[in-house]
C-alpha cells in the first residue's frame, strides 16, 4: 500500500510516490487514486475533532492522467458533521492537477448483523464454483501489466470472458468473485480498489484497449462480512465514444456493500 | 428559470435567488441545485476560449440543506481541455457552504442522429399510453407543494404507484413520462432537474417523508430528441437509513440521454 507522508507545516497536505504495481499499462489506475483521495480525506479533520475514516460517497473527476512518482494530496475539510464529513481532496504533480475529488466519509459504517433491508433489488450473480473460475492474471497477454491484479485476486466467471479466448459475449457485462490478494478480510477502502478492478466491458463487445476513467463515484454501503466477495460489472450504454459502467459487489452474506459507477471513454 | 447575476469584480462569482417554486416541502430540491452549479461551471471559463457548456459528468455533494432566498455561486476552472473541462462550484448562504460541485462540461454531446449504439443494455420501460398516465400534481396533499413538478410535466405509470392509493407496490421502482411543462424540447441543463424529480423510491415501500440526498451524480449522454421522455427510477438496496436511486431517462428514438446515481436517506 502506498503510505501518504504529511507535509510539514501544511495542514492536511501529503506527498505519495505513485507505484508502479498499481498502474495498467504503465498509468496509475482510477481505483488507486480514489483510495488515495479517500485516505488524505479520512486525515483532514480538526485536531482532536469527530473522526470520519470510512469513504462512504466519494467521487473524483480525472483531469489528465498521472505518471509514476511523487504526487501531493491536498485536503480540505469542508463541513464535519456528527454522522458525515464532506472533504474536498486534489491530487496534482509538479503543480498540474490530475484528480479531483469529493469525499464525504462517515464515522461508522453499517455492518453485516443489521435489522436487514427494506429492500434487496439488486441481486447477486450466480457464479461457478470458485475452483472453476480461474485468477484474472497480471500479465493476461506478454508485454501487457494490469498491476493491480497483483493486490486484488479476481476469478471471473468463464461464461463471462469469452473475449480472452476470441468469442465475446457481447454482453457488456462480466462477473466474478473478488477478495483482497493478502487475505479473507476485504475493507472499505479496499473497496474502493475492487470498484474499479475489472476489465473494461467494452472488452466484451469485442473492443480491445484503454478505457479511462472520466468520473468515477463509489458508494460503500457496508463493511463486507469475511470471505470472497460477488462482483458484477455492466454498462447500460455504449455510444459516440463513452460508456458507462456500474460495479455492484456483495459480501459473503448476500448483502450489497459497494456501487460504483463511472463514465469513460473507449476507442471503437 | 433562476437567473445567475455575476459578482462585479469578481471572477465565476454569481448570485442566485433561491427560489420558492423549486422547493419541495419549503427545501431547494437537488436538481435544481445541480443545474445551477452546471450554469455557474458553464460561465467559468477563460475569456475567448473554448466554451464547454454543457453537462456531461456533473457531481454534487449537499452539506447542509440550503435555505430560500439568495445564495452565491463561486467557480474555479480547473482545466480547460479540447474535449471537456472540469470545474469546481460551491454554492454557500451567509459565509455556510450549502452545496460543493465537481463538473465536468463539454463542448458538444452526442445526438440521436449518431451511428448508433455499439450496446444498448437498458431498455427504456414499457408505459401505458399517455393519456393514461395522469399528472403529477404540485400538491399531492393539501399542504404538501412539491414546488418543481409545475416545472416538470411528470406522467407516471399508475402501475408504479399504488402507494397514492394505500398499496405500495413494495417495488423499488416507478416509472412514467416526462418533460418540462413549456414544452417539447428538454435541454440537457433540463436533464438535471428530472434526474432528480421523481418521488422517491421508498414511497413505493410504505416510508413516506423526505429523503434527503446526500450525493447526486448526473451523467448526460446525449442531447434528447423532441418528444416525451421515459424515465425509470429505482432502487438497488435500501437499509439502515440509506437508499440508491438510479435514474435512466430515454428519448423518443430510444436512446439512453442520462443516468442519475445519488444516495440519500430515510427514516423509516
Redesign the interface.
Known amino acids: 500500500m502506498t503510505d501518504l507522508r504529511p507535509v510539514p507545516d501544511a495542514p492536511a497536505t501529503f506527498e505519495v510516490d505513485l507505484d508502479a504495481s498499481w498502474t495498467v499499462m504503465g498509468k496509475p489506475y482510477g481505483g488507486y487514486l480514489l483510495r488515495l483521495l479517500a485516505q488524505a480525506a479520512a486525515r483532514s479533520g480538526p485536531e482532536g475533532g469527530p473522526d470520519h475514516p470510512h469513504p ?2 466519494v ?1 473524483a ?1 480525472f ?2 492522467s498521472p505518471d509514476l512518482g511523487p504526487a501531493t494530496l491536498t485536503a480540505t475539510r ?2 464535519t ?1 456528527r454522522r ?1 464529513a ?1 472533504t ?1 481532496v486534489d491530487l496534482s504533480q509538479g503543480g498540474a ?1 490530475r484528480a ?3 469525499l ?1 466519509t462517515t464515522a461508522t459504517l ?1 455492518t453485516a448483523d ?9 441481486v447477486p450473480p450466480v457464479l461457478p464454483d470458485l475452483a472453476d473460475c480461474p485468477r484474472s492474471p497480471v500479465e493476461p497477454v506478454p508485454g501487457v501489466v494490469v498491476g493491480h491484479l497483483a493486490h486484488v485476486d479476481l476469478r471471473l466467471d468463464p461464461a463471462t470472458t469469452g473475449h480472452l479466448t476470441g468469442a465475446p459475449s ?4 462480466v462477473a466474478g468473485w473478488v477478495r483482497m490478494a493478502e487475505g479473507d478480510q476485504v475493507s472499505p477502502l479496499d473497496l474502493l480498489v475492487i470498484a474499479d478492478a475489472l476489465p473494461p466491458v ?1 472488452f466484451t ?1 469485442g ?1 480491445f484497449g484503454w478505457a479511462p476513467t ?2 468515477l ?1 463509489v ?1 460503500v ?2 463493511v463486507p462480512a469475511p470471505g470472497w466477495l460477488r462482483v458484477v460489472q ?7 465514444g ?3 459502467e456500474e460495479c ?1 459487489v456483495w459480501d459473503s452474506t448476500g ?2 456493500v459497494c ?1 460504483a ?1 463511472q ?1 469513460a471513454s473507449y476507442r ?1
Open positions: 462512504f460517497a467521487s473527476h483531469l489528465t469542508l463541513r458533521g458525515v464532506t474536498r492537477l479531483a475529488g469529493l464525504t453499517p443489521g435489522a436487514g433491508p427494506l429492500l434487496a433489488a439488486a457481447g454482453t457488456g457485462a467494452t463487445l473492443v472520466s468520473e463515484t458508494h454501503r457496508a455492466r454498462a447500460h450504454w455504449v455510444e459516440d463513452w460508456l458507462d455492484l448483502r450489497l456501487e459507477h463514465l471503437a
